[in-house]
């Protein structure tokens, strides 16, 4: 009979630990921030298939903007930085397109997502996201270390996508982007025109960059089609990934891939 008590013990601190109904765990806002890889779903851990990583979701708490991967596609969207503590109000989530040879957990994680109302305290620093019952978490999250950081883009980079198309080798002046991490320079060719200036990243999000106010040189060249695309993705990017097949890839605030360098 002692058996079974202590056995009975250990499930309710086990339950009262992933309970979102626990005021103890109350978590705040500024606790959502940052990415956090998807570990359980509705009580069933995740288990990636060979060769790829976690499903995760990323939360910036400044700017109210959600974003990650759903274990295919990125996913996209938004929440109410304003709402009480403890409570998630997630807006519409959205995601790419791609297909994959299995979608079943892609389907599960926005499933899931869907149904987040409330988030608390775990321990060993995870997250659970939970719905209105307040019962059995529907998402347990852990702290999520980027595959890729600014520190690794430093250096020469061949750009070998732009705006969803590939670009043809072989260009008198092949389009490549060099960044001084130290100094957050960038330096580069479009495939006509050199361009200078800053990058920009974000303390709070590891994956986040940008490159506002690149200035170019201006001449004309027979064909300025590349260097249209290139400037145009590099005016929208927002966050970046090292890439399955290798490189890295940028983004635009919509999770779309809108450039691909590969290390010269």
């Keep these: 009979m002692k058996k079974i008590c202590v056995y009975l013990s250990m499930v309710a601190v086990v339950a009262a630990m992933s309970s979102c109904a626990s005021t103890k765990n109350l978590a705040q806002v500024s606790d959502l921030g940052g990415e956090w890889n998807i570990i359980e779903i509705n009580g069933t851990a995740v288990v990636p298939a060979p060769g790829q990583s976690f499903p995760y979701v990323a939360f910036e708490t400044n700017t109210g903007r959600v974003y990650g991967n759903s274990g295919c596609n990125r996913l996209m969207g938004s929440f109410d930085t304003n709402a009480k503590p403890g409570e998630l109000a997630l807006g519409q989530v959205g995601s790419t397109r791609m297909m994959c040879p299995d979608m079943t957990l892609e389907k599960n994680v926005l499933s899931a997502l869907s149904q987040v109302k409330k988030y608390t305290k775990l321990a060993d620093g995870q997250l659970a996201l939970c719905g209105k019952s307040l019962k059995r978490p529907i998402l347990v999250l852990k702290p999520r270390k980027p595959d890729v950081s600014v520190t690794d883009l430093g250096g020469r980079w061949k750009i070998t996508q732009a705006g969803g198309e590939a670009i043809p080798d072989g260009m008198e002046k092949q389009p490549f982007l060099e960044l001084n991490v130290a100094e957050k320079k960038v330096h580069g060719n479009a495939g006509c025109n050199v361009i200078n200036g800053a990058f920009v990243t974000d303390e709070n999000n590891a994956s986040a960059i ?9 001449m004309a060249c027979p064909d300025m089609e590349v260097e249209g695309r290139v400037t145009k993705a590099l ?20 999770g779309e891939l809108i450039l691909v360098l590969v290390k010269e």
């Design 210 to 218: 940008s490159f506002p106010n690149l200035i170019s040189t201006m």
């Design 235 to 254: 005016s929208e990017v927002k966050t970046f990934a090292r890439l399955a097949e290798g490189g890295i890839g940028f983004y635009n605030a919509a």
